[in-house]
């Protein structure tokens, strides 16, 4: 038997896929685009996302929580408290990298 080149460890295990499974669905990109000013509270990250409803939004979350790209921080005052997500400084260095999905989404749009 005649082998080949060996396969590419690109081919392997894409690194690419990776990523898009870190941000894929309806939501994640948005709950990400949302967050770019800075901290967000709960509630207002909601408002900003028609749609989409609470379990929905704490379930993705909670998943980008744990993939390390967003921190929750509570805060009490009185019997209040407030839930505010923000990027961590890992899930910052993603930015780019929708960004540039953003600039190729636009540029295929255009063409077609």
Aim: hydrophobic share 40%.
């Amino acid at each position: 038997m005649v082998s080949g080149p060996e396969p590419d460890a690109k081919m392997l295990h894409c690194p690419a896929l990776v990523t898009i499974r870190l941000i894929a669905g309806k939501w994640k990109t948005r709950i990400l685009w949302a967050l770019r000013p800075g901290p967000v509270a709960f509630n207002a990250l909601q408002r900003q996302l028609p749609g989409i409803s609470a379990k929905m939004l704490i379930e993705h979350l909670r998943q980008l929580e744990t993939d390390g790209l967003v921190i929750r921080t509570g805060a009490r005052r009185g019997k209040v408290e407030t839930v505010t997500y923000a990027y961590s400084d890992y899930g910052r260095t993603l930015i780019p990298v929708l960004d540039r999905l953003g600039d190729w989404g636009l540029a295929h749009e255009e063409r077609n």
